[in-house]
């Protein structure tokens, strides 16, 4: 069975950063593009970052500049590096592929 498994989260100071991980079981990982979602309380989830199978990469305007989205096929793990982060990134973020979602992981980020 395929499972997505976010890690990395945590609490960070403004302008901190922190690097996510999704790691993904299965065969599906090298010919698949991924994303990354955020879900913050109160609100809809929305999308963040993308990554195709080929390595383009896609960014939401709110964090185009500050996130770095990477995939290592030899780990079938991809990454969300978050920089300058700010309150307003508070949310769980979640990967996800063909379908499939990640149980996500938190981000706090105090101001």
């Known amino acids: 069975q395929v499972q997505l498994v976010e890690s990395g989260g945590g609490l960070v100071q403004a302008g901190g950063s922190l690097r996510l991980s999704c790691a993904a079981s299965?065969?599906?990982?090298?010919?698949?593009?991924m994303g990354w979602y955020r879900q913050a309380p109160g609100k809809a989830r929305e999308w963040v970052a993308a990554i195709t199978s080929g390595g383009a990469t896609h960014y939401a305007d709110s964090v185009k500049g500050r996130f770095t989205v990477s995939r290592d096929n030899a780990k079938n793990t991809i990454y969300l590096q978050m920089n300058v982060l700010k309150p307003e990134d508070t949310a769980v973020y979640y990967c996800?592929?063909?379908?499939?979602w990640g149980q996500g992981t938190q981000v706090t980020v105090s101001s």
């Open positions: 996800t592929t063909g379908g499939l």
């Open positions: 299965g065969s599906i990982f090298s010919i698949n593009g």
